[in-house]
């Protein structure tokens, strides 16, 4: 089909019928369910985000360590005052398709989390935006109305994202072949690689290769077409 159609800005799966609908849904929420990278954003307010950007693209090409990347980013946003979260908060946009793609999984008797590396803050408030039943994420030490430059142990990275998809679908008894897992980096890659169906949204090379779909020219309504999903049956 790809030979077919060659430079054409559409994504293609092909895939059995069966099981294509998933029953737990796990995304990654920086550049997957909102446009940028939050930790990035936020060191623009410091004056560091072209330090932190640099760190993160390592970071998300599997060059260095996560919990590494992140303890060197967040220390720089060290004497940061607490008031740059919200003003940070106000830029957050949610991807195109991103609430439609949680809400109607979530319509349909999906359970939906929303896991991040980043800080809770963040994830909490994207979470009610887009409409996920919880979320997991970091947290960052504040002192005094500002960042101290510490992350609070222990850090959520690849392995945590991992267990919050394998546990949950151990909890709710949902089989790994009816999990959905999508993200864009490298601590993305072992969710993907473990889910039922995983997703790489427009991805960093290491989470394309872990993943059985991309997304690249279409919105994440597409993980919707992928699961038989019609558009009439798109919430909202």
Same mark, same amino acid.
């Given at each position: 089909?790809?030979?077919?159609?060659? =430079?054409?800005?559409?994504? !293609?799966?092909?895939?059995?019928?069966?099981?294509?609908?998933?029953?737990?849904?796990?995304?990654?929420?920086?550049?997957?369910?909102?446009?940028?990278?939050?930790?990035?954003?936020?060191?623009?307010?410091?004056?560091?985000?072209?330090?932190? #950007?640099?760190?993160?693209?390592?970071?998300?090409?599997? /060059?260095?360590?996560?919990?590494?990347?992140?303890?060197?980013?967040?220390?720089?946003?060290?004497?940061?005052?607490?008031? @740059?979260? /919200?003003?940070?908060?106000?830029?957050?946009?949610?991807?195109?398709?991103?609430?439609?793609?949680?809400?109607?999984? #979530?319509?349909?008797?999906?359970?939906?989390? !929303?896991?991040?590396?980043?800080? =809770?803050?963040?994830?909490?408030?994207?979470?009610?935006? @887009?409409?996920?039943?919880?979320?997991?994420?970091?947290?960052?030490?504040?002192?005094?109305?500002?960042?101290?430059?510490?992350?609070?142990?222990?850090?959520?990275?690849?392995?945590?994202?991992?267990?919050?998809?394998?546990?949950?679908?151990?909890?709710?008894?949902?089989?790994?072949?009816?999990?959905?897992?999508?993200?864009?980096? #490298?601590?993305?890659?072992?969710?993907?690689?473990?889910? =039922?169906?995983?997703?790489?949204?427009?991805?960093?090379?290491?989470?394309?290769? @872990?993943?059985?779909?991309?997304?690249?020219?279409?919105?994440?309504?597409?993980?919707?077409?992928?699961?038989?999903?019609?558009?009439?049956?798109?919430?909202?």
């Amino acid at each position: 089909m790809r030979q077919a159609l060659p =430079g054409a800005a559409v994504d !293609l799966l092909a895939q059995p019928a069966a099981g294509r609908r998933k029953s737990l849904l796990v995304a990654d929420m920086d550049c997957t369910i909102i446009t940028t990278e939050t930790l990035d954003e936020l060191a623009a307010r410091a004056g560091r985000k072209e330090d932190t #950007a640099a760190i993160t693209e390592r970071a998300m090409r599997g /060059e260095i360590g996560f919990a590494e990347a992140l303890k060197e980013r967040v220390a720089m946003l060290e004497g940061l005052e607490q008031g @740059a979260l /919200e003003e940070t908060l106000a830029q957050v946009t949610l991807s195109h398709g991103a609430e439609t793609l949680v809400r109607t999984m #979530a319509g349909n008797g999906a359970h939906t989390v !929303l896991v991040s590396g980043g800080l =809770g803050f963040f994830t909490e408030r994207v979470a009610a935006m @887009a409409g996920f039943d919880e979320t997991r994420s970091n947290r960052f030490e504040i002192a005094g109305g500002r960042l101290t430059g510490r992350v609070i142990e222990p850090i959520l990275g690849p392995e945590a994202k991992l267990e919050a998809l394998t546990g949950l679908s151990a909890e709710r008894q949902i089989p790994l072949a009816l999990t959905l897992a999508i993200g864009d980096g #490298a601590n993305d890659a072992p969710m993907i690689r473990a889910a =039922g169906l995983g997703v790489a949204y427009r991805g960093k090379p290491v989470a394309r290769e @872990a993943a059985r779909a991309r997304i690249e020219a279409c919105g994440l309504t597409a993980a919707l077409y992928m699961q038989g999903y019609r558009r009439h049956e798109f919430a909202g």
